[in-house]
């Protein structure tokens, strides 16, 4: 076991060893040809050091990354997407976690070297991540809300300003790891200038966040410079890199770091539709139609085939340095729709079952129109209306023994109007009978938001308001076009990144027949996904919503762009595979 140093370096010394972060005690410096993209030599100089490369994660990073996925679990959790509010909540809660875990990244891919103060490093930086998932549950951009009568029922800036705190916290920590860096790589003339850079990035960053907290309280919108500060840190943090060789990624495993993060996201995806699953079995687990288990084979293959379609197209050589920083950052997007698509994916599958358990109840309180058809007169027989009252009793009783009531208040909703249905026929005057037509409508209503409730699908929540059954129930819907809406534009624009990813890879040596027929592949059939949400709020669409054909026609898109993708369009794609994957090449690419 080799002893830890107080502070390590990340330049590598001749003959030298050093302690390895993947397990053994100790290795050699690695040299590799260019084939491979995590290992391209660079031409060191007097001036540019020599730095410890790794030609995968270590165990410190896949222990934060880690961090990553529970905070991101924990958040998917508890902040449900109802409501086009909670979307924007949603992406910008992500945009915060995904760059400050990109920043640590950064710093740890070219750099990184162990030692008790690095270790140190990155305990703050796991600090921050538990910071994160502190502040997330009550993450809202809408900021402070009030209620009819004026009264503030939540502030949300106090928890920008812990935010804004722990990312300035974060940056100070980088500040000072690129700091030390810079002092061990203080004789070397080229490092000076990136590091200081590098280092007064992290320092400005961390200072304006200090800004933002004391803002926070006072302007509601403080949040979105969250959003610009992360985007104008990648810009410089680009910028230094093509500019100064000494802070490169060239010989980095960043490529492996953006593809492992991408298989977390795929793995929450997996998470969130076998929950789904699981909510399906709690509630009722002897019904499981051939529709139920075919939605949910359907969203397990697309996350398959999601993981297949992206690893794919991976290019085992490197592509350029600038190149790849613009793929790595590229990341951002995708992983934001991707997050999106597998949670409405989650969703969906529970709305199939949700809709099997619904359309019998409405189909049955639509028969009973159908058997009195002086429905609306008020000249009732006592035979009638006890046919009707049985039948009525029977189906509410039916359906709560099957589909349980979660809330009591939704019980004593039932209850409520199935009494003013007896109600209005004992009375037997018009104004009376007003009130039965009203409960006998009421109680389907009541009846299908409990269904919608047993299963986790509520709409987006009013402050200080009780909705009645028919708000409720237009609520529910209307959070499920936002649902269909988000899910189809996410479906579609991963397709479409997936192949502009694809396009930034191949076009490195050469543009190729076959480069161009599956960019347009994505493009062309992301595309179409992406319109269906057009029709989220028109008869075709509330067909296409009561349909269990959501999942699987995102399924089969991704089908057929794989599909095109392992065709061979030409001789030079056939050269080109011959080259990725002949046994020279393989001796040297990343696994």
Not at 117 to 134: D, P
Not at 220 to 225: D, E, L, N, T, V
Not at 466 to 471: G, R, S
Request: overall charge neutral; aromatic content about 14%; hydrophobic content about 45%.
């Amino acid at each position: 076991m080799t002893r830890l140093r107080l502070v390590g370096s990340p330049v590598v010394k001749k003959g030298s060893t050093f302690p390895s972060l993947n397990g053994s005690e100790e290795h050699k410096p690695q040299f590799h040809s260019q084939d491979s993209y995590s290992n391209e030599q660079i031409n060191y100089t007097e001036d540019i050091p020599q730095l410890i490369k790794h030609e995968e994660s270590t165990t410190i990073e896949l222990f934060y990354d880690l961090f990553f996925v529970a905070n991101l679990t924990t958040f998917t959790s508890v902040h449900e997407v109802n409501s086009r509010k909670a979307l924007t909540s949603y992406i910008g809660f992500f945009c915060v976690l995904w760059f400050t875990w990109c920043q640590t990244s950064l710093y740890d891919v070219r750099f990184m070297a162990d030692s008790w103060l690095e270790r140190l490093a990155k305990a703050c930086h796991l600090a921050v991540m538990v910071g994160l998932s502190i502040v997330g549950p009550n993450y809202d951009t809408e900021g402070k809300k009030f209620s009819g009568d004026g009264e503030m029922v939540k502030d949300g800036s106090k928890s920008f300003q812990t935010l804004a705190l722990f990312l300035m916290a974060s940056r100070f920590v980088l500040a000072v790891q690129y700091a030390m860096t810079g002092v061990h790589l203080r004789k070397y003339v080229k490092t000076k200038v990136p590091l200081g850079l590098l280092s007064l990035i992290s320092v400005m960053a961390g200072i304006i966040y200090l800004v933002i907290a004391f803002a926070a309280k006072k302007y509601q919108h403080s949040y979105r410079a969250f959003y610009v500060l992360a985007a104008a840190e990648m810009i410089f943090i680009i910028a230094v890199s093509a500019c100064h060789k000494a802070a490169s990624f060239k010989g980095t495993h960043l490529v492996e770091r953006m593809s492992l993060l991408t298989l977390y996201i795929l793995g929450e995806g997996v998470i969130d539709i076998l929950k789904s699953t699981g909510k399906l079995a709690k509630v009722n687990n002897k019904d499981w139609s051939a529709s139920v288990i075919g939605v949910i084979v359907a969203a397990i293959c697309a996350v398959y085939l999601l993981y297949m379609l992206y690893f794919d197209c991976l290019n085992h050589r490197h592509f350029g340095s600038i190149r790849q920083q613009i793929w790595a950052f590229a990341h951002f997007p995708f992983h934001a729709v991707l997050v999106l698509a597998v949670t409405g994916m989650a969703q969906f599958v529970k709305w199939n079952k949700v809709v099997e358990a619904v359309t019998p109840v409405a189909y049955f309180f639509e028969d009973l129109r159908v058997k009195f058809p002086d429905f609306n007169s008020t000249a009732w027989t006592d035979s009638k209306f006890q046919d009707l009252w049985t039948s009525v009793s029977q189906k509410v009783n039916e359906t709560i023994k099957v589909y349980p009531v979660v809330y009591t208040h939704v019980g004593d909703e039932i209850i409520q109007n199935v009494a003013i249905v007896q109600q209005g026929f004992t009375v037997g005057n018009e104004s009376a009978f007003d009130h039965f037509r009203e409960g006998f409508d009421n109680v389907l209503l009541t009846l299908s938001n409990s269904i919608f409730e047993t299963y986790g699908f509520e709409a987006g929540k009013t402050e200080g308001k009780t909705l009645e059954p028919d708000e409720q129930f237009s609520a529910s819907v209307l959070t499920l076009a936002t649902v269909f809406v988000y899910y189809f534009i996410a479906a579609g624009l991963t397709i479409i990144i997936m192949g502009a990813l694809s396009l930034i890879m191949d076009t490195h040596h050469g543009w190729r027949l076959g480069t161009m027929i599956r960019f347009a592949s994505h493009f062309i059939i992301g595309l179409g996904v992406g319109l269906i949400s057009i029709a989220a709020y028109t008869n075709r669409g509330f067909n296409l919503l009561i349909s269990p054909w959501i999942i699987p026609i995102y399924t089969i898109s991704i089908v057929i762009v794989l599909g095109i993708h392992h065709i061979k369009w030409g001789k030079k794609d056939l050269e080109h595979d011959i080259n990725e994957y002949s046994p020279d090449h393989q001796q040297h690419a990343h696994p």
